[in-house]
């Protein structure tokens, strides 16, 4: 029992690694250009579709197909931003978030459409490599995912810490205008921001998409549970962000093994509703205007 | 009497009254089931997203959860009415009003957030009634869902049952309920009601600060909203026979996105030219549902880029410079008889 119990919080960690991942990339986005993503979790989908491309029709080796998807899908970032999300800024908070609605919609028909709607597998070799670590079992493919997902956060923190166009960032998401006035390249730092983005959503597709099967609308419920994690960890505030996504990935783990499995959306949505129940502005969010 | 006056004199409801006329003799010219029925979810539309356009239009909220009021209302009269003998109008009266108490509470626990977050929460609590529906086996019948709902029928002691079977009849059932709710909704939007949405939806600072209390407002705003969806609903429960939880749609909810902005958020006039459009010609052009959606999702970012306040609202826009033009040119014509 005790060893299980272990086994459901590992479980739990895994799962928010890849809420992680894609929350990370909406609250950057929501922090610095101030529009939420709804179209994020069908970047994770195009991600797994990158690789499902790569890796099985192209026939390239897995670590070179993860490389070009993540590369692939921060170009589209940048695109979708292009095209999209900059002539709508400053008119309002309403129309960029109908936008990407409709540009969710958009990808997941387009998909649809190119890609056929049957759920197609991608077997690498290492999704069948059990690790046994006393009694606790999980696969290589679900190790990279808490190895990739620490990586990239570790290294992002860098990057918003260290760099010029990091530091910009953080200035951006403090006070637009007054970074404006320093010098700051606006644009140039939004489009920053959707390349980071979505690389991350597309680097979470290309790792998670063998564990499971890869279909368009794989990312829609994972999406709306990312949103979960941002909402929870305080609109903008990419480490809240990154803690939720545990807390909701472990709660979400327990319920489907001790209430029921059928249920566990419904509970993390649940914890959702009644965090913000008692606390509007999320967990780890400061009261601001947004 | 007075009142009464006010309401069919009032400027621009000739216009809804040719509509109603229009409306009503449809059936006269044809009994084409295909055009009934495109007709029949022209209504059931028209009562969403005049539902929705309230909330973006009139209060300035995005409430991504219109299907959920839908749904509600739908499975409250399939249930109801296959499972427990209750009469098309008494299904039809408890979709309202358990639509009516789920856009309460949701609304009171959504408001807690506002702008993004808002968005974001409406929609995970249709998600939640979604899974329920899948997952309560025992009340929803899970994934299969509730097929044979029957026809909508009234009956009036002493005079007997009158059952809603034909398309045509079907027909005049959603235009009596469509006709109804115009007629209310053009009354919110021509009163102090909707005035106070619109100072909302403009400026909620400042409505606040004349007093109004904003929260409420929303509230009743998104009650009414979700009345409206139940209505829908139920008429949908009884139209189609057949009730799963897929009626909680995403593509719904595009669409209903879709013909609010398209047509012009915030304008009753516009949501009707869009429910009009948006139900007809894909129908006509009978396109594959996945051809469709991505003509929808690339046309509304078309829309919202180009032209965001829609195609009523542009031809509003259009009349009021028209008119301004006019009233200088006037001025102007006027100074120089003067100076002559």
Not at chain 2, 160 to 184: N, R
Not at chain 2, 205 to 218: C, N, R, T
Not at chain 2, 256 to 267: E, R, T
């Amino acid at each position: 029992m005790n060893g299980s119990i272990i086994q459901y919080l590992i479980n739990g960690v895994f799962e928010g690694s890849v809420y992680a991942m894609i929350a990370v990339g909406l609250s950057l986005i929501f922090g610095i250009l101030e529009v939420v993503n709804f179209a994020h979790g069908e970047f994770y989908m195009l991600g797994a579709v990158f690789l499902f491309v790569f890796f099985k029709i192209l026939g390239m080796p897995y670590w070179i197909g993860v490389i070009l998807s993540v590369m692939f899908m921060a170009a589209f970032g940048v695109l979708v931003e292009r095209l999209t999300i900059r002539p709508l800024i400053g008119k309002g908070w309403l129309l960029p978030i109908i936008a990407t609605f409709a540009l969710s919609l958009g990808l997941q028909n387009f998909i649809i459409v190119t890609f056929g709607s049957t759920p197609k597998p991608v077997v690498t070799k290492y999704a069948n490599n059990v690790i046994d670590i006393g009694g606790i079992y999980f696969t290589q493919q679900r190790l990279f995912i808490l190895i990739f997902a620490m990586t990239a956060f570790v290294l992002l923190h860098i990057f918003l810490k260290k760099t010029k166009t990091g530091k910009a960032m953080r200035a951006i998401s403090q006070n637009r205008d007054a970074a404006q006035i320093v010098g700051i390249d606006t644009n140039k730092i939004y489009m920053i921001t959707f390349a980071i983005g979505s690389g991350l959503a597309g680097l979470a597709g290309a790792i998670v998409g063998p564990i499971y099967v890869i279909y368009p609308t794989m990312g829609a419920l994972l999406s709306l549970k990312a949103f979960a994690c941002v909402i929870m960890g305080g609109f903008g505030n990419v480490k809240g962000a990154i803690y939720s996504a545990y807390i909701l990935g472990i709660i979400g783990s327990l319920g489907a093994s001790f209430v029921s499995q059928t249920y566990k959306d419904i509970i993390i949505f649940a914890v959702l509703i009644c965090v913000l129940l008692v606390r509007p502005h999320g967990i780890f969010g400061k009261k601001v205007g947004i | 009497m007075k009142r009464l006056k006010e309401l069919f004199v009032a400027r621009g409801f000739i216009l809804y009254i040719l509509f109603f006329i229009g409306l009503s003799i449809v059936p006269v010219f044809t009994s084409s089931r295909y055009i009934l029925n495109m007709l029949i979810y022209f209504g059931m539309y028209l009562l969403l997203s005049m539902g929705l356009n309230l909330m973006i239009g009139g209060v300035g909220l995005l409430a991504l959860c219109t299907p959920l009021f839908f749904g509600v209302g739908a499975y409250t009269s399939a249930i109801l009415t296959t499972f427990h003998n209750f009469p098309f109008l008494g299904g039809l009266l408890l979709g309202m009003v358990f639509s009516a108490v789920v856009a309460y509470v949701v609304g009171i626990l959504a408001l807690r957030v506002s702008y993004h977050a808002f968005a974001i929460i409406t929609l995970a609590f249709m998600i939640i009634f979604q899974l329920v529906a899948y997952d309560w086996v025992s009340l929803t019948k899970g994934p299969m869902g509730i097929p044979g709902i029957p026809r909508p029928s009234i009956s009036i002691p002493s005079i007997g049952t009158w059952t809603f079977d034909t398309p045509t009849e079907l027909y005049y059932l959603i235009t009596v309920l469509v006709i109804i709710s115009v007629v209310v909704f053009y009354r919110i939007q021509n009163s102090r009601l909707g005035r106070t949405f619109i100072s909302i939806r403009e400026d909620e600072p400042l409505a606040e600060a004349y007093g109004v209390d904003s929260k409420k407002y929303k509230i009743i705003a998104f009650v009414i909203g979700g009345i409206f969806g139940g209505i829908a609903g139920s008429y949908y429960a009884h139209y189609v026979k057949f009730v799963s939880p897929e009626i909680f749609s995403m593509y719904l909810l595009t669409t209903l996105l879709i013909i609010v902005i398209v047509g012009g958020a915030g304008y009753l006039e516009g949501v009707i030219i869009g429910a009009f459009l948006f139900t007809v010609i894909p129908e006509a052009l009978r396109l594959a549902p996945e051809i469709r959606d991505l003509i929808y999702a690339l046309l509304l970012i078309v829309i919202l880029i180009k032209a965001p306040e829609g195609v009523y609202g542009r031809y509003k826009e259009k009349m009021r410079r028209l008119v301004l033009q006019k009233k200088t040119k006037e001025k102007k014509g006027d100074l120089h008889e003067v100076s002559a």
